[in-house]
């Protein structure tokens, strides 16, 4: 399920794709994040199209939860977008704390800034790490 929602944007809007795997969850973090002034520009329930659509899409800003149905979890679905596309911003959502340890064994992430938010994530919380981001 692919949803492209491109609309009018400013030069200090963030464009943003998801991947959520929970539609009311990430339809809560699309009407947040929309609310926000940001562009969600794709999103999407699996990450088996996660670099098709990166290379679509050209977001600023790819939100990824950890935990994707489908051939690719969000760690492999960051992994795909990273190893062609070096300075892409990525931005781990999960509800598992060993996540951040599985990045660390996982080579390809070294010395890349990607935050991990462990879930339940408040949107003040969502919506500072954009901010974080957008003014790189």
């Given at each position: 399920?692919?949803?492209?929602?491109?609309?009018?944007?400013?030069?200090?809007?963030?464009?943003?794709?998801?991947?959520?795997?929970?539609?009311?969850?990430?339809?809560?973090?699309?009407?947040?994040?929309?609310?926000?002034?940001?562009?969600?520009?794709?999103?999407?329930?699996?990450?088996?199209?996660?670099?098709?659509?990166?290379?679509?899409?050209?977001?600023?800003?790819?939100?990824?939860?950890?935990?994707?149905?489908?051939?690719?979890?969000?760690?492999?679905?960051?992994?795909?977008?990273?190893?062609?596309?070096?300075?892409?911003?990525?931005?781990?959502?999960?509800?598992?704390?060993?996540?951040?340890?599985?990045?660390?064994?996982?080579?390809?992430?070294?010395?890349?800034?990607?935050?991990?938010?462990?879930?339940?994530?408040?949107?003040?919380?969502?919506a500072e790490i954009i901010s974080r981001f957008s003014n790189k």
């Amino acid at each position: 399920m692919h949803n492209n929602a491109r609309g009018g944007r400013t030069s200090t809007t963030t464009k943003i794709m998801i991947l959520e795997d929970e539609e009311d969850i990430l339809l809560l973090y699309k009407d947040y994040l929309k609310r926000k002034g940001h562009d969600i520009t794709v999103s999407s329930t699996t990450a088996d199209e996660a670099l098709t659509d990166y290379e679509r899409y050209k977001p600023d800003l790819v939100i990824i939860d950890y935990k994707l149905p489908g051939h690719k979890n969000g760690l492999h679905a960051a992994n795909e977008i990273i190893t062609k596309h070096s300075t892409a911003k990525i931005l781990i959502l999960t509800a598992f704390e060993h996540v951040k340890e599985e990045m660390v064994q996982m080579n390809f992430f070294h010395g890349k800034e990607i935050p991990v938010l462990i879930k339940p994530v408040k949107l003040s919380q969502l919506a500072e790490i954009i901010s974080r981001f957008s003014n790189k």
